[in-house]
């Protein structure tokens, strides 16, 4: 579901002709729709509404200030990964007691930072770690509500690279070590209030089973807490929804409700989610223009002015993107879609059929809005593309296009070299 639509050889963005604002901003930029970001946002949170739940967006999907500001306008928590985005999210808006904070390798400068702002949860991924928070909580004399993210060892059959929930992945506590480790930690580290189980098995999926498989496991294990004396209130269930990127059917966010409430409710606890993908994936494009068409001996390409800077999806996970015409174009032909940049794997597309295009014409990468421009580089020296969030018939420039001098920012040659 998105709001991008071809009307007359056109492609539009809710009410603004996306060509329309390459004129102004140039190309490549990414375009977000605020509609749809914030229908995805209000499905769910409408899907889990017969139960007390908190929707914490996860910012490595996209951190932009627009994004996550919208989003905490429509009562949003974040889910953060680094101190980098602790500082985006309230920036951005989003109240620290709506914040939870996960990822394998927490600085102590980092863990600091989030416990002097007051964030609502850590989401512990080791026992040093979990020693690590403690022993700061204690310096700052403040007590802390923590999860332990347990690895539940079920395959959420996704990308190799975005499944997490297997027991080779470095994610989490082994389900198995699960129960002592917990209980040793409510016993000895005083500082630290166990309170929650945290789960995230893998990103862009799309069977609601591997969830549910994964939920059986941690409703026993929080029964066994219980039944050691663990005052467990919380159940956060991580991300992953998956997306349409071709030709996926994924759960919606009802189907997907439906499904693991069951299991759930009857915990009687308060459930977190972490939806990245699933809130700003289809909510965003990458608009570029073509600047060669080159007829190679057994293959065509249209050599385009973005990048796998811009856009490393396709080169990283072989991940497909929809590649569509944004403005009218007739013909036919076969052609790979690649970026400018010196390496074989800087593409978009392989063997796409498209309308015969030429120079100028102006290309969009669809799905483009979860972890498109917060997994852009400067490679190649190229700036960071801008970014543009359209709203009805308005659309607004939320990042301006890098300049050279800020590519160039923070360095210097050191004198007397
Ligand atoms: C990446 C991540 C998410 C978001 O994943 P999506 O697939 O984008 O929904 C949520 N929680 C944690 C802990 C993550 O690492």
Redesign the pocket.
Known sequence: MHYFEIKKGWLWCEGVRTVDIAKKTGTPVYIYSHRTLAEHYLKMDEAFSATEHLICY?L??NSSMAIVGSLAKLGAGA?I?SGGELYRALRAGIPAGKIVY??VGKTPEEIEAALRKGVAMF?IESMPEAEAINRIAGKLRKKVNVAF?VNPDVDANTHHY?T?GKKENK?GININLALNLFIKAHRKLNNLNVTGV?I?I????TKIEAYVRALLKISALIKKLRGAGLDITSLNI?????IIYSNESPATPAEFAEKILPVIHPLGVSLIM??????V?NAGILLTKVTYVKNGESKNFVIVDAGMNDLIRPSLYDAYHNIIPAQPASGKMKADIVGPICESGDFFGKDRTLPSLKADQYLAVMSAG??GFSMASNYNSRRKPAEVLVKGNKFFVVRKRETYEDLARGECLPENL
């Open positions: 996860s490595k999907a889910d990964v996960a990822g989401n993210r975005i997490t994610f945290h995230h893998g990103s862009q999926i991580g991300g992953g929804l998956g972490e939806p990245g993908r699933f809130i994936g979860a972890y």
